[in-house]
T-cell receptor
């Protein structure tokens, strides 16, 4: 039972354009959401997070949007850079539960120069 | 570098052998997590510690797997009688929990190959 879903396995964009990565979740108890970036042969690196009390969080070129009613979040990267090419994981956790993160399968982003 | 450190980076073993991995978390972090990641999948939770106490174990963690965190510092994950299905990247992460939402800091992982 996949509680966090990243339905598109890959995305390719041109440098300078916007990258939009989507994530859906099924567990209504999730109230904290994170995006991680992973390069080959490295562990995931935290990118940005959002609490369920907010619907948007921005950090430089990265913005995460949360739509609780749709159980959907998205990560926007603008402008995209070749160094952003990596696998991106969406993750979620539930306060009052075990606080462990539940990850999606990931999406491979390729930014072409 | 004071990030999460894992050792070894790679381990090749024969089926039936025992293997042990080590994780050194960020020093002030009180929580330590083990995850497993296979090709094409996201990290899957295995177990976590708060200080030296193991608070939760996933159903994925068979009785061949055991984890310890003596004195609430480094942690070891042992797999006994390895099987080919154990081949995966084993990731360790740590965090400082104050009871609220937390972000995990991951190590580079140990890639296990069981032949």
């Amino acid at each position: 039972d996949q509680q966090v879903k990243q339905n598109s396995p890959s995305l390719s964009v041109q440098e300078g354009r916007i990258s939009i990565l989507n994530c859906d979740y099924t567990n209504s108890m999730f109230d904290y959401f994170l995006w991680y970036k992973k390069y080959p042969a490295e562990g995931p690196t935290f990118l940005i997070s959002i609490s369920s009390i907010k619907d948007k969080n921005e950090d430089g070129r990265f913005t995460v949007f949360l739509n609780k009613s749709a159980k959907h979040l998205s990560l926007h990267i603008v402008p995209s850079q070749p160094g952003d090419s990596a696998v991106y994981f969406c993750a979620a956790s539930a306060q009052g539960g075990s606080e462990k993160l539940v990850f999606g399968k990931g999406m491979k982003l390729t930014v072409n120069p | 570098d004071t990030g999460v450190s894992q050792d070894p980076r790679h381990k090749i073993t024969k089926r039936g052998q025992n293997v042990t991995f080590r994780c050194d978390p960020i020093s002030e972090h009180n929580r330590l997590y083990w995850y497993r990641q296979t090709l094409g999948q996201g990290p899957e939770f295995l177990t976590y510690f708060q200080n030296e106490a193991q608070l939760e174990k996933s159903r994925l963690l068979s009785d061949r797997f055991s984890a310890e965190r003596p004195k609430g510092s480094f942690s070891t994950l042992e797999i006994q009688r390895t099987e080919q299905g154990d081949s995966a990247m084993y990731l360790c992460a740590s965090s400082f929990s104050t009871g609220g939402a937390e972000k995990l800091f991951f190590g580079s992982g140990t890639q296990l190959s069981v032949l």
